[in-house]
């Protein structure tokens, strides 16, 4: 299994909070994404990175930012959540991208926000 | 909206049947991707086509691709309970983004 591990897996919080979630790698893989997982919705792009300090919006961007310091952590923070935000997010990481990348996932991190 | 649309949204079949799953796109591509999805677990991939090719094989599953026609599919032959998942097609509308689709929900009855 491709070495990714979120944290945290599991939060709860209250409307209003800042949430960060982690995204780690240890494959080095250049590209690191961040989705969303709702009912009806699949999967729907947050934010990704193709390097250190390169991020772009992806389909669902507005009230998350994401920062990429090293190769290896991915931040994706909420500055005030929102009930709309209640999801199951997932980062995913690829060697090559769009360029014929396999993406590899992490396991989630269910987010509630009350 | 998404880029990819997955048809049925939820496919229940009896063991030993075959599946098919489609999935139309908007934007033209460079490759289109296949995953399955445990309940509760994150997206595993399953195979990729590229926009150049036409019919791919892995295992027990056959994509096809119509570039014409924005669409792709997937054929799982001689289903297993152990296929009941649900299956997201993805496409590369820019060299870094993915993008996926709303997912078929495959049920395998013994």
């Known amino acids: 299994d491709a070495g990714i591990t979120q944290s945290p897996r599991h939060k709860v919080t209250e409307t209003g909070t800042p949430v960060t979630l982690r995204c780690h790698q240890t494959?080095?893989?250049?590209?690191m994404y961040w989705y969303r997982q709702d009912p009806g919705h699949g999967l729907r792009l947050i934010h990704y990175s193709y390097g250190v300090k390169d991020t772009d919006k992806g389909e669902v961007s507005d009230g998350y930012s994401v920062s990429r310091s090293k190769t290896e952590d991915f931040l994706l923070t909420l500055e005030s959540a929102t009930s709309s935000q209640t999801s199951v997010y997932f980062c995913?990481?690829?060697?090559?991208?769009?360029?014929?990348?396999?993406?590899?996932f992490g396991e989630g991190s269910r987010l509630t926000v009350l | 909206s998404q880029q990819g649309e997955e048809d049925p949204q939820a496919l229940s079949i009896q063991e030993g049947e075959n599946a098919t799953m489609n999935c139309s796109y908007k934007t033209s591509i460079n490759n289109l991707q296949w995953y399955r999805q445990n309940s509760g677990r994150g997206l595993v991939h399953l195979i990729l086509i590229r926009s150049n090719e036409r019919e791919k094989h892995s295992g027990r599953l056959r994509v096809t691709l119509d570039t014409s026609k924005k669409s792709s599919s997937l054929l799982i032959t001689a289903s297993r309970a152990a296929d009941t998942a649900s299956y997201f097609c993805?496409?590369?509308?820019?060299?870094?983004?993915?993008?996926f689709g709303s997912g078929t929900r495959l049920s395998i009855r013994p």
């Open positions: 995913a990481i690829s060697e090559n991208g769009g360029a014929g990348g396999e993406l590899f």
């Open positions: 494959e080095n893989h250049r590209y």
């Open positions: 993805a496409t590369d509308s820019s060299a870094s983004k993915i993008i």
